[in-house]
């Protein structure tokens, strides 16, 4: 198997320090890494990731964000689950880095908190293999040929060119999308607050329009959880409180939680004005 390595970022400048010596440390070497910037691709990164992958001469593209770094053993590992004829994708979670600043960490602990992630603390921290059939992009390895099968990312969609293609290939082509924590890139976190919370709303605006648009993947109880969270705020608040107050005491954090019901507010107002307010297409 062959790899391309495909970054989307507007500079090379927007590279994280940590990003190509990591690639180029590689256990399995890739055969071209392909750095997408405004000067070959001047759009989104849905286009930038979609550019790349037609330009890619390897028969696997391994897609990651410029703000993260791979483990050595990442490609490695990742071409290894990928020999399954039935698998069309591999993925893996993307660990806070070390050297975050006290702010990113906070914003990684929100992240990988199940009082915030809920069911998805698994995209976060090294969890049990499974099947997912909706993944980000920052850590997503697919064969070429089911890429290209599919028509590759959807570009009108970003954020959630990533969750368009995953349904695609686990809906259209009938193949599956496995997790496995062997294959794990660090993050570098946005800073709390609004860095952090300008991520939040993107991703909940886009997942509730994604509830009409994509139901197969979007329309789930758990992306609802903290929009149904807010509508009962004036009943649940004691216990929320308590909740929220108990995961900073156990990290010494007050901003941590404030952090959290920042987090749980700004994903559910966005959350309900794309589900309700967004247009369709």
């Known amino acids: 198997m062959t790899i391309s390595v495909i970054i989307p970022c507007r500079t090379k400048k927007d590279l994280c320090p940590e990003l190509l010596p ?11 890494i ?11 990164p849905a286009e930038k990731r979609d550019y790349g992958a037609k330009k890619a001469k390897g028969n ?18 990742a071409s290894k689950h990928l020999k399954s004829p039935n698998v069309a994708a591999v993925c893996g979670p993307g660990l806070t880095p070390p050297n975050n600043s006290p702010d990113q960490q906070i914003s990684g602990l929100v992240w990988s908190s199940p009082i915030s992630a809920g069911p998805y603390t698994y995209r976060n921290l090294p969890k049990p293999q499974r099947f997912v059939d909706d993944y980000p992009s920052f850590n997503l390895i697919v064969k070429k040929k089911a890429f290209n099968a599919v028509g590759g990312f959807d570009t009108q969609y970003w954020p959630g060119e990533d969750t368009k293609l995953c349904l695609d290939l686990t809906h259209q082509l009938k193949q599956k999308i496995l997790y496995h924590p062997s294959i794990q890139v660090f993050h570098h ?19 509730g329009r994604f509830v ?43 901003r941590l939680t404030q952090a959290i ?21």
């Open 261 to 281: 019901f920042l987090t749980h507010f700004t994903y559910a107002l966005f959350f309900i004005k794309g589900l309700l307010f967004s247009n369709k297409k």
């Open 212 to 254: 009409r648009l994509f139901p197969q993947t979007s329309l789930r109880l758990s992306y609802f959880l903290f929009p149904l969270w807010l509508i009962t705020l004036p009943i649940t608040w004691p216990l929320y409180l308590t909740i929220i107050i108990t995961a900073g005491l156990y990290h010494r954090s007050l």
């Open 189 to 207: 976190r946005r800073p709390i607050f609004l860095p952090h919370l300008a991520q939040i709303s993107r991703y909940g605006f886009q997942r």
């Open 34 to 44: 392909l750095i997408i910037t405004n000067k070959l691709c001047p759009k989104s």
């Open 60 to 77: 696997l593209l391994a897609f990651i964000d410029s703000d993260a770094y791979p483990t050595k053993d990442w490609l490695k590992n």
């Open 22 to 32: 990591a690639l180029k440390s590689q256990s399995l070497k890739p055969k071209e």
